[in-house]
């Protein structure tokens, strides 16, 4: 190989860690830290008092296009099947671009749903910070509403323990629905 081509590749290398440099400080947070969760896995959780409407921590990760997105996702999903890891890390950014969070880098991933959740995942241009809903305290999980589609609402059973829970992660949008299916359902299991 030609010292041009080594060099090249050198130079591409250094700046694909500078730009993951850049993003993981823009990831860290004075108000969190990363944790066991009794919801799921690991959790994020205050560690120095969080005002409501606060911005306290961004979501980083890499921006792919929609085709990678998809594919991304997919790949994620049939991991989690097999795991029961966490599904999908993924946030629409544009029309033509996404943000996949899934890099070890990104301790924002790490929050977990609740039905009643504290915080909510705000897009301001083409990033995505999550702030808070209300004054959130000490050592107090972290969490927000994962906004999931209904249609497949029995792949996602939620353990977020809220007196508000409905026992699947769908977004707040969907619970009616999400009401009305399992009435109908549970009517259909009687007959």
């Known amino acids: 190989m030609g010292k041009n081509k080594k060099k090249d ?9 500078r730009r993951i440099e850049k993003l993981r400080r823009r990831g860290e947070s004075d108000f969190v830290e990363v944790r066991g969760s009794v919801i799921h896995g690991q959790g994020v959780y205050c560690i120095d008092p969080i005002e409501k409407e606060q911005y306290f921590i961004e979501y980083v990760g890499n921006r792919v296009s929609k085709e990678e997105s998809e594919k991304r996702a997919l790949k994620q999903f049939e991991e989690h099947e097999k795991s029961g890891a966490a599904a999908v890390y993924i946030f629409n950014l544009t029309k033509k671009w996404d943000l996949d969070g899934n890099v070890e880098w990104n301790p924002a991933r790490l929050i977990n749903h609740s039905c009643n959740p504290n915080s909510e995942a705000i897009q301001d241009g083409k990033r995505i910070f999550i702030q808070a809903l209300r004054d959130i305290g000490v050592d107090e ?3 927000f509403d994962y906004g999931f589609d209904v ?11 809220s007196s508000d829970c409905i026992g699947y992660i769908v977004g707040r949008d969907y619970h ?10 549970e009517t259909s299991d009687v007959s």
Not at 151 to 161: A, I, K, L, M, V
């Open 176 to 185: 009616d629905d999400l009401a009305d299916r399992l009435a109908a359902k």
């Open 141 to 143: 999980e972290i969490t």
């Open 9 to 17: 590749r050198k130079h591409s290398e250094d700046k694909q860690e």
């Open 151 to 161: 249609d497949c609402y029995e792949d996602h059973p939620c353990r977020c323990g």
